[in-house]
T-cell receptor
Framework: AQSVTQLGSHVSVSEGALVLLRCNYS??????LFWYVQYPNQGLQLLLK??????LVKGINGFEAEFKKSETSFHLTKPSAHMSDAAEYFCAVSGPWGYSTLTFGKGTMLLVSP | DGGITQSPKYLFRKEGQNVTLSCEQNLNHDAMYWYRQDPGQGLRLIYYSQIVNDFQKGDIAEGYSVSREKKESFPLTVTSAQKNPTAFYLCASTLDRDTEAFFGQGTRLTVV
């Protein structure tokens, strides 16, 4: 069965600081992994995805994530936070009903202070 | 521009009433999905459809119904059997089974 654990429902950083959002998953098959961002009362926007190949994935807005199979992790990072990064972030793993159905984590709210 | 349109953005329903949420896409995507979002709970899959006239239950289908009569449309009906329908509902679509999902802007349903 698929599951996703996001460590920390809220993460606070200062503008310019490193952003690290943690995601661990379990999957019964080789996973596809995703990070989505959601601004208040809006839909989800894809930040980046891992399917196969290179384990370091670069996405939009300066975000990147590294797939580590041995640790079953897919942590999201950004070297320098910007005020506009304040939003809720969701990690998701493919399945259980095919690769396009998704199992989501509970989300991490990123707060950025000046 | 191509995308997914959900309507209405806000919806109020009295207890005991059925209500239908609209989802339309012009991306020519084969598959469509409905997710429910509750605060602090992430998103959970309600129903999905990979082709016209076919759909499958997800994690939390009880109290919901769907139809897929056209490729571009996947309406969700929240029935009176759904005990706690107040939530944010998100529709998504994918080109096929193995591509990433594109999401609509959501419908916030409140039972009054």
């Amino acid at each position: 069965a698929q599951s996703v654990t996001q460590l920390g429902s809220h993460v606070s950083v200062s503008e310019g600081a490193l952003v690290l959002l943690r995601c661990n998953y379990s999957s019964s098959v080789p996973p596809y992994l995703f990070w989505y961002v959601q601004y208040p009362n809006q839909g989800l926007q894809l930040l980046l995805k891992y399917t196969t190949g290179a384990t370091l994935v670069k996405g939009i807005n300066g975000f990147e994530a590294e797939f580590k199979k041995s640790e079953t992790s897919f942590h999201l990072t950004k070297p320098s936070a910007h005020m506009s990064d304040a939003a809720e972030y969701f990690c998701a793993v493919s399945g259980p009903w095919g690769y396009s159905t998704l199992t989501f984590g509970k989300g991490t709210m990123l707060l950025v202070s000046p | 521009d191509g995308g997914i349109t959900q309507s209405p953005k806000y919806l109020f329903r009295k207890e005991g009433q059925n209500v239908t949420l609209s989802c339309e896409q012009n991306l020519n995507h084969d598959a469509m999905y409905w997710y429910r979002q509750d605060p602090g709970q992430g998103l959970r899959l309600i129903y999905y459809s990979q082709i016209v006239n076919d759909f499958q239950k997800g994690d939390i289908a009880e109290g919901y119904s769907v139809s897929r009569e056209k490729k571009e449309s996947f309406p969700l009906t929240v029935t009176s059997a759904q005990k706690n329908p107040t939530a944010f509902y998100l529709c998504a679509s994918t080109l096929d089974r193995d591509t990433e999902a594109f999401f609509g802007q959501g419908t916030r349903l409140t039972v009054v």
